[in-house]
Structure formats: structure tokens, C-alpha cells
């Protein structure tokens, strides 16, 4: 099993910038991509951004390229989102994400999934 903690949630006021931090425990050597999704309140879980092993290939969704950085580190075990231009859009339970394949779009292609952590960002 692979255990993901988050971390770095918290309330932001419009504009500002936010990283979150993923730490992966366990069987780390079964996990190939690593990423976000997040929920908003009465709607569904949906992918925020996710990358590769090698980190050559980031993947974000459409409506926060620009916005949103992924990044991990292989040697900690980490993934980290750094959000920009937070918006009260962006509220919701962010979720750190590992699967043991090399794709991870959907809901369906996560192996494990962290507590979520909170990201709340007031106008």
C-alpha cells in the first residue's frame, strides 16, 4: 500500500498564491503518475493536474493551464502544486493522487488517494 499526507491548505484571499505538498510512504516503488484533483462543494471530483515519473510530462486541465504548476520530487517522494491567481472558484478539497499506471486523468485511474486538504479562497 502507499500512503499520501497533504499539506498546505489553508484560506487565501483573491490573488494570492498557494503550494501544496503531497508525501507519498509505503510502496512508493508501485506508483508511476502523481497528481491533484480537487471537490468543490455539491459537485464532482475532477483532475487538476498530474505528471509523469520522469516529470517530463505534466498534464493540467484546461481552465487552469497558466495557473497551476506541478512538480515532484522523486528523492522525497513529494508532489506539489503551486496555484496562482486563486480565485473563490478554486475552493475546495484539494486531493493528492497516485496511480501505479502511467495514466492519470480520471477519477478511475487513481490507486491512491490522500485525506484532501482544504483550500478556501475568499473574494
Known amino acids: 500500500q502507499v500512503q499520501l499526507i497533504e499539506s498546505g491548505g489553508g484560506l487565501v484571499q483573491a490573488g494570492d498564491s498557494l503550494t501544496l505538498s503531497c508525501t507519498a510512504s509505503g510502496r512508493t516503488f508501485t506508483v508511476n503518475d502523481m497528481g491533484w484533483f480537487r471537490q468543490a462543494p455539491g459537485k464532482e471530483r475532477e483532475g487538476v493536474a498530474a505528471?509523469?515519473?520522469?516529470?517530463?510530462?505534466?498534464i493540467y486541465a484546461d481552465s487552469l493551464k497558466g495557473r497551476f504548476t506541478i512538480s515532484r520530487d522523486n528523492a522525497r517522494n513529494m508532489v506539489f502544486l503551486k496555484m496562482t491567481g486563486l480565485s473563490p472558484e478554486d475552493t475546495a478539497v484539494y486531493y493528492c493522487?497516485?496511480?501505479?499506471?502511467?495514466?492519470?486523468?480520471?477519477?478511475?485511474?487513481?490507486?491512491?488517494w490522500g485525506q484532501g486538504t482544504q483550500v478556501t479562497v475568499s473574494s
Open positions: 505528471i509523469s515519473l520522469s516529470g517530463q510530462r505534466p
Open positions: 493522487a497516485a496511480s501505479r499506471g502511467a495514466h492519470l486523468y480520471t477519477v478511475g485511474d487513481v490507486d491512491y
